[in-house]
Nanobody, 115 residues
Framework: VQLVESGGGLVQPGGSLRVSCAAS????????MNWVRQPPGKGLEWVSG????????HYAESMKGRFTISRDNAKSTLYLQLNSLKSADPAVYYC?????????WGDGTLVTVSS
């Protein structure tokens, strides 16, 4: 199992960014997937989750309306669109697979918000 995040970078406050997670080594379409983030010097924070075919999504309250999770099962790729980025959003963003817990994690991609 391998999860590889990409797409992080430096964005101005109010800006947008899309991060991606390429999955391999398992049948991607069989699994609920999540995004989790870790701000600098802080603990892990669950961001969002999506069911196997993308028709059910869940978000942490502070991300609702700003972030959008999606997936492309044909490409075995998970996405997170981040809009209206704020000073509280800089973090390493991880994608995780759910199987009675988050059993596999990628190495993360860093999102920085600064003017």
């Amino acid at each position: 199992v391998q999860l590889v995040e990409s797409g992080g970078g430096l964005v101005q406050p109010g800006g947008s960014l899309r991060v991606s997670c390429a999955a391999s080594g398992f049948t991607f379409s069989n699994y609920y997937m999540n995004w989790v983030r870790q701000p600098p010097g802080k603990g892990l924070e669950w961001v969002s989750g999506i069911n196997w075919n993308g028709d059910v999504t869940h978000y942490a309250e502070s991300m609702k309306g700003r972030f959008t999770i999606s997936r492309d099962n044909a490409k075995s790729t998970l996405y997170l669109q981040l809009n209206s980025l704020k000073s509280a959003d800089p973090a390493v963003y991880y994608c995780t697979r759910w199987t009675f817990g988050m059993d596999y994690w990628g190495d993360g991609t860093l999102v920085t918000v600064s003017s």
